[in-house]
């Protein structure tokens, strides 16, 4: 029987994520009670209208406000006169479209089978599907770091210009989605140039040619720069690159770092969070100001306690940063929420290393899915570093993760040949 073909796959595995993507929609997401089933929990659709009838940031920018999803959130409702049934049926189609992307980047770097293996491990995980349902910025961060990361792969089999166009625009495209998710693309950036440096002082061909690489920069300034400026103009004239909300985030991890909260003993989406509001609340106050009421004006303020705090307490900074490391992958909202989070992280963990071991045999490419796992990972322990910050590289440890189980499967093939 003749196989089908990658295309014909990739669409299958897509329709499977576009099934349990539905699925989780109508009938999981109302019927479970592990998570809050609010529908919008940080108040994107009412962001949306206000950006409908008073324009962006009309009445000040704050850091969800400064994003690409309550832009589209607000496109919507233009068109379908407020629904939000349909941005979710979006994220649906968003769903689906990363799998199948995590199909085309393992078929990639490894084989049709790892890649079949990733996109199912994606497409049917609990994780990512829990933010299908609701108006999280989740499913839309995770969609547009694996475009950039499919780019960025495309560049390293071949560096063009117009490769490097592609790749500056995606990674401006998933900068302005989240702030962070700049972080991968920067450090691809700085990976090639040291190359491209190292290159040089050995008088070797350097794997990047100097216009492909410039391309990356002109195309991701090119994306940020008219975000930047319009940042300026309704802040009156304060500059905020992409979003506010750096320093608020470094000194929460103060705080969501204590043994109490990363040992679970205390929910940290609650108790945590009302500790950090206060001690906010506090430190705006002694400044002549309300914690919340100008965010660019807070981040201005909190950048001073962060300064002060990485001056006075640096081993403080270490300690949160090394703890950040592992409550990246399953600090969640609660205990339960928690420990099946990290399980399924460690699992992949496990299978990831496994593959990794036969990549580095093989000499295959891994370190395009590590670079972003690992760069993300380390950015945001520097910040505060919660379990939801994962979801956006989730894919690229389910196509490592993949590789594992591939590679378990072809060292139990002889042993069944033999047997028989």
């Not at 309550?70 to 049934?85: C, K, M, Q």
């Not at 506010?244 to 770092?257: E, H, I, Q």
């Not at 992958?329 to 099946?340: A, E, H, I, K, P």
């Amino acid at each position: 029987m003749k196989e089908m073909s990658p295309g014909r796959t990739a669409l299958g595995v897509g329709l499977v994520a576009a099934i349990a993507a539905l699925f989780m929609l109508f009938v999981g997401f109302g019927t479970q009670s592990l998570v809050d089933t609010s529908g919008d929990p940080y108040q994107y659709a009412s962001l949306a209208r206000r950006m409908l009838t008073d324009g962006f940031a009309a009445h000040g920018l704050t850091k969800r406000e400064a994003s690409l999803y309550p832009a589209l959130i607000a496109a919507v409702y233009a068109i379908t006169d407020e629904a939000p049934r349909v941005v979710k049926l979006l994220q649906c189609v968003m769903f689906a479209a990363t799998s199948m992307i995590v199909f085309a980047i393992a078929r990639r770097l490894y084989n049709v089978r790892t890649a079949v293996i990733a996109g199912l491990l994606y497409a049917l995980n609990p994780l990512p599907l829990r933010y299908v349902a609701d108006l999280h910025m989740e499913t839309m961060v995770t969609l547009a770091l694996m475009l950039c990361v499919w780019t960025m792969v495309r560049f390293a089999d071949r560096p063009t210009v117009g490769r490097g166009l592609i790749v500056g625009a995606a990674a401006g495209g998933a900068a302005l989605t989240k702030a962070i998710a700049i972080v991968p693309p920067l450090t691809f950036g700085a990976y090639l140039v040291g190359r491209r440096l190292v290159s040089y002082l050995r008088g070797t061909s350097p794997p990047a040619p100097t216009g492909p690489l410039a391309a990356i920069v002109v195309a991701t300034l090119a994306v940020i720069i008219p975000w930047t400026v319009r940042n300026y103009q309704v802040t009156g004239g304060h500059f905020v690159l992409i979003a506010p909300g750096l320093s608020d985030a470094f000194l929460r991890g103060f705080v969501f770092s204590r043994s109490e909260y990363a040992l679970l003993r205390r929910p940290p989406y609650a108790d945590a969070e009302n500790e950090c509001n206060a001690w906010f609340a506090e430190i705006c106050r002694r400044a002549g100001t309300e914690f919340g009421r100008d965010e660019v004006l807070d981040e201005k303020i909190l950048g001073a306690v962060a300064r002060q705090k990485i001056a006075d307490e640096p081993m403080e900074v270490v300690r949160k940063t090394i703890v950040g490391l592992f409550t990246f992958w399953y600090q969640m909202t609660t205990r339960l929420n928690s420990v099946v989070t990290g399980a399924i992280a460690g699992a992949a963990w496990l299978f990831a290393l496994i593959g990794w071991r036969r990549a580095r045999q093989e000499g295959r490419s891994s370190w395009l899915l590590w670079l972003p796992i690992l760069s993300m990972n380390v950015a945001i322990a520097l910040l505060c570093s919660l379990g939801r910050y994962s979801m956006p590289i989730i894919p690229c440890l389910m196509i490592l993760a993949a590789f594992g189980i591939d590679t378990l499967l072809r060292t139990r093939q002889p042993d069944r040949a033999t047997a028989v």
